[in-house]
């Protein structure tokens, strides 16, 4: 497909398990971005990599999150531990003209993570 | 603290209207601006965008006006179509990379 792919759609977990999600990136972009959206707000930056390696983490909100991108394409947020508060709809965007001024980002259609 | 605000949670317009939608920042480095639209069990959709080197930037049925000196921009659509009932989240850059989005207003254009 032509645009961001992230899987799964959905997830539902309980407390205290770990988690894997999934995004791939338009193809040839070599920016990755996670956003965390929680009901009735805006998405709310997490992680940016610039091909293989994460050029901005601080979004992150504590050490039980991980996020890799090992070939400079597919990106995995991992999640430990997880908590109730961790529920709420993951996005990924990729761009191909990153730390420029017109850096549209493109967005996949999220993963919903519940923790029971 | 939010730096980026869109006070108004919904707008109701009806078609054929204009509908203007605000957006309020506070960080002064914020450069580049940008709407995304979102629509239910979707990601958002890139609709505009401004660099601060400009104060308005148009596409089509959109229009974005940028007042630096105010911290303050908004979305015009003009006219108004069913189809554009979403909500639009305002979003904000300082470097090219992150961005720093509102909360978002419920768009509703009325038939």
């Known amino acids: 497909g032509a645009g961001v792919s992230q899987t799964p759609s959905n997830k539902v977990t309980e407390k205290g398990k770990y988690v894997e999600l999934r995004c791939d990136p338009i193809?040839?972009?070599?920016?990755l971005y996670w956003y965390r959206q929680s009901l009735g707000q805006g998405p709310e930056f997490l992680i940016y990599f610039q091909g293989t390696g994460a050029a901005d983490d601080s979004g992150l909100p504590n050490d039980r999150f991980f996020a890799v991108r090992p070939e400079g394409s597919v990106s995995t947020l991992k999640i430990q531990r997880t908590e109730r508060g961790d529920s709420a709809v993951y996005l990924c965007a990729s761009s191909s003209r990153p730390g420029t001024d017109y850096n549209e980002q493109f967005f996949g259609p999220g993963t919903r993570l519940t923790v029971l | 603290d939010q730096q980026v605000k869109q006070n108004s949670p919904s707008l109701s317009v009806q078609e054929g209207r204009i509908s203007i939608l605000n957006c309020d920042y506070t960080n002064s480095m914020f450069d580049y601006f940008l709407w995304y639209k979102k629509y239910p069990a979707e990601g958002p959709t890139f609709l505009i965008s401004i660099s601060s080197i400009k104060d308005k930037n148009e596409d089509g049925r959109f229009t974005v006006f940028l007042n630096k000196s105010a911290k303050h921009l908004s979305l015009h659509i003009v006219p108004s179509q069913p189809g554009d009932s979403a909500v639009y989240f305002c979003a904000a850059s300082a470097n090219g990379n992150k961005l720093v989005f509102g909360a978002g207003t419920i768009l509703r254009v009325k038939s």
């Open positions: 193809s040839g972009h070599t920016a």
